[in-house]
């Protein structure tokens, strides 16, 4: 019996800090595809260390990059990678025993995925368990979601590992303030594509009600001060989102 291809996809754009350690982490597998948004910094150099599948794509969403990027891979089984996120020694070890073991009512896996930000392992206020599917087998899922927030529509069934996908999410707090900025208005662009509603009364609530799940009810007060500003620019990242929407329905 053959042993199952592993393949990994990844995008990535001006990474040149992230994407080597990303690299390291899965340099074991049978083939590494990488969909580069035309980075201007050392990302390409890089990656040319490790692999010579190396795509440059204009920039048409984070759903339907990672779809391509899916799509230009050739192994049996697809693990998709950020460019910020690294596997685990023990996520690594898992991946290699049930590919090869080869169970065929399993169709995918699914991670742990744990943040690393402002000097600490991120533990609460939703933050982790991060359960995320990236391990899929050929043709049985696709990329899906709503841009920003993507994911992986998987066919068949998953499983869940133990071992984690380490993400070094920021660099600090003004690298997410520029995330949330981006990020909030490709989300108002989908809401208002999808016709969803905004209003004041909306504006004032969700985004307490966003700070209150975090801080209190998913513990991220016991992360500390980083657990604090976490809670607050996530109440941020919702008012901005429900200002833009009502913005770009508004204002001309």
Known sequence: MSIPKISVAIIAFNEEKNIR????????????????????????????????????????????????????TTGDWILSLDADERLSVEAADEIKTHVILGNPSVDGFIFPRQSYYLGRWIRHGGWYPDAKLRLIRKDNGRWGGDDPHD????TGKA??????????????????????DSFSSISAREWKKTGKR?????????????FL?????????????????????SSYYVFLKYAKLWELRKIK
């Open 21 to 72: 350690e990303c690299l390291e982490s899965i340099k074991w597998v049978d083939e590494i595809v990488v969909v580069d948004s035309f980075s201007t910094d050392r990302t390409i150099e890089i990656c040319r260390e490790y692999t010579d599948k190396i795509i440059q794509r204009e920039w048409p969403g984070h759903v339907l990059q990672k779809q391509f990027a899916l799509e230009q």
């Open 151 to 154: 994911r992986i529509i998987l």
């Open 159 to 180: 499983e869940h590992l133990r071992g984690k996908i380490l993400h070094y999410v920021y660099h600090d707090i003004s690298h997410q303030l520029k995330t949330i």
């Open 198 to 210: 905004h209003s004041l009364f909306l504006l004032l609530v969700r985004p307490p009600i966003r």
């Open 213 to 233: 799940e975090m801080y209190i009810w998913k513990l991220g007060v016991l992360d500390r001060m980083p657990g604090f500003i976490i809670a607050v620019l």
